[in-house]
């Protein structure tokens, strides 16, 4: 049975103002992805690289539902300036080990809003010559005016909400919610 999310003591006192993605369907449609994810790399060596943090749950149970040989690593970005709307001035706070040339990197994206810290991503990435770089989000405000690459795997669309849950944060906050929601 669902817990009830006016009384989740995960919340601290807030209250949801709308489960906008529960349990069961985030479940259903990561399967889905792991499956898409599975027949896009016939072969070839796959990274998965999670962009720190938010793409810590998803990445987890994402990587669980693909049936082919992968590696994992992560990203660490940190962009300044500019309040709550990323600046595009984005850095690198810890760079992945492991090898990317000529390898089929798989970016992992907790949310795509204006699309600028991927972007600066991309192009970094890019520059290590991968076989292949596509990106994967669990969700997507289809805002992204500053991506010039589509996100390949897409989770959902997301409302034009802020939303908490399944590693999404407010102030390191939610982030181990199980389900995507706003809050009141
Ligand atoms: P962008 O560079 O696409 O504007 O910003 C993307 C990042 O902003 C996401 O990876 C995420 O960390 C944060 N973000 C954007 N929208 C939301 C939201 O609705 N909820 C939360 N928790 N973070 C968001
Ligand atoms: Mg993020
Ligand atoms: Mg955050």
Redesign the pocket.
């Known amino acids: 049975t669902p817990l009830s999310t006016s009384g989740d003591p995960r919340l601290r006192g807030r209250a949801v103002k709308r489960v906008a993605f529960d349990e069961q369907a985030i479940a259903t449609r990561v399967r889905e992805l792991g499956d898409q994810i599975t027949a896009s790399y016939p072969d070839g060596e796959l990274l998965v690289l999670g962009?720190l943090k938010?793409s810590f749950v998803f990445l987890a149970d994402l990587v669980r539902e693909i049936k082919r040989p992968l590696h994992v690593d992560f990203l660490v970005a940190s962009?300044y300036g500019a309040g709550t709307?990323?600046s595009g001035n984005v850095q690198l706070v810890y760079d992945p080990k492991t090898e990317l040339a000529g390898k089929h990197i798989l970016l992992v994206?907790?949310?795509?809003?204006?699309?600028?810290?991927?972007q600066v991503l991309m192009d970094l990435l890019r520059e290590r010559k991968p076989a292949s770089l596509e990106i994967c989000a669990l969700l997507h405000?289809h805002i992204?005016e500053?991506l010039s690459h589509p996100v390949k795997f897409v989770g959902f669309d997301?409302p034009h909400?802020?939303?908490?849950g399944y590693g999404?944060?407010?102030a390191e906050d939610f982030r181990h919610v199980p389900y995507v929601a706003s809050l009141e």
């Open positions: 962009l938010g962009s709307v990323s994206e907790d949310i795509v809003d204006s699309g600028r810290t991927l405000k992204a500053h997301a909400e802020f939303l908490v999404l944060d407010h």
